[in-house]
């Protein structure tokens, strides 16, 4: 009993101790997309830059502040592995500028929202979850919550979840259902891709 | 990207009925195997059935629903469209707070009934939304999520004719909506059950209405449409069923960079 007792009480401790480590690290979190949110308004809200400049300007926050690398891997799903080298490679250059020519337009239709930082959580071992809202004149705040890694000091967003719909699950099937209708060639969805991108 | 619910909807729930509830009997058997939302494969056993109906309704949308909708937003001044689904959502009280019940959620019950009692009073009727300026918000119910909270999974996805993206859940939740709903009593005891009809109609009008914007630009940006809606629904319905709070997302393997052999993504699929 004593053993269980003293296990207990050090397993309790060694808790106490990593917690101010956990509680730094969902601060800089926050910190993080706090700053990347002001960025990203920064540019918007500069209305008078041409269409080009404006996609440049978020194609650099992009790529700055999300793992492309990685989300676009986990988009591909099982499929990354049935790629070539080759295929993989296109494929990663070709994805990142998907999303910057998808959002980019999106983001074109900024009429001076403001992001509000809410919450962060530990969610696993690597990831922390940062929940924001989306503040917008004449209508309710938008839920946005950031799945931000830390990875060599430096954190990275590795998915935007959207009143509950995640960026990264609803690429991750719609390239799935690409690449099976063609019957499971990765090459269908390049096709698509290049076209896209063009 | 802000998701207006059930973009598609609009149209009849009556004859589905009688199919719905030979569907609860294959639910049974499906639910089993989806209790988790993520089912074999990509679950929707029905896609080429699916695809078909998604196609006419996109048909019936551009024609009729989408031109309709858009007169209505014309014609209609935002503040009375506003009061036209406030009193529409009011009247949907009684089916969410039997929901809320049936969830076993007391404080949601709480709200609704309090929500129904404010604004049926002092928001004339319902016409206007007080009870959300008092504290007490709007929450969505339906008999779907019921099952879900009940740990249902979703059986397949559906693509209803006129109502749009369900599943075989979500359609029997339907059904059994509309049977709960004090207001069909009402409606066939004095013999004006077009008003049902009515009622269904222009929810569906104001709701397309609404998601003209985001449905064009989800469209737009689409590779593939139907699957991109088939994601969202299935996402939007699971974050219902959760009242929001999504306990976790999936998790996202970290991968090694340096290994181009990639034995972990192994993890990712999802069959």
Known sequence: MRIIAKTLFAVFIIGLAFRPAFADETHEAKMFVASLGDNAIKVLARSELPKEERTNEFRRILTTGFDMHLIGRYVLGRYWRRASPVERSEYSALFQEFIVLTYANQLSQYDGQTLKIKTAREDGEADVIVRTEIIQAGGPPIRVDWRVRSKDETFKIIDVVVEGISMVITQRDQFASVIERAGGKVESLLVELRTRTQ | ?271
């Open chain 2, 1 to 271: 990207m802000p998701l207006t619910k059930s973009p598609f909807s609009i149209g009849k729930r009556f004859r589905l009925v009688g199919v719905l509830a030979v569907s609860l009997l294959l639910s049974a058997c499906a639910s089993t195997t989806a209790g988790n939302e993520e089912a074999p494969g990509n679950g929707d056993p029905l896609e080429g059935l699916n695809r078909m109906v998604f196609s006419i309704n996109l048909a019936a949308d551009f024609v009729i629903v989408r031109p309709v909708a858009e007169l209505y937003r014309t014609v209609i001044p935002a503040p009375g469209r506003k009061a036209v689904v406030a009193f529409l959502r009011n009247l949907e009280s009684p089916v969410v707070l039997a929901n809320d019940i049936l969830q076993g959620n007391i404080p949601r019950a709480g709200n609704t009934t309090a929500r129904f009692l404010i604004n049926s009073t002092l928001g004339l009727a319902g016409i206007f939304d007080v009870a959300a300026k008092m504290g007490f918000p709007r929450h969505s119910e339906d008999f779907g999520q019921t099952l879900g909270v009940w740990g249902m999974g979703e059986g397949f996805y559906l693509v209803l004719p006129a109502f749009g993206p369900s599943s075989l859940r979500d359609a029997f939740g339907l059904g059994v909506d509309y049977y709960m709903d004090p207001l069909r009593y009402w409606a066939k005891d004095t013999d004006q059950e077009r008003l049902m009809l009515a009622r269904t109609a222009v929810r569906g009008i104001d709701a397309r209405a609404r998601s003209i914007e985001t449905l064009d630009e989800i469209e737009r940006s689409s590779i593939d449409f139907y699957a991109t809606v088939r994601s969202l629904y299935r996402q939007q319905r699971q974050s219902e069923i959760h009242n929001g709070e999504v306990p976790s997302l999936p998790v996202l393997p970290d991968f090694s960079l340096d290994d181009p052999d990639d034995d972990e993504t192994a993890l990712l699929s999802d069959d």
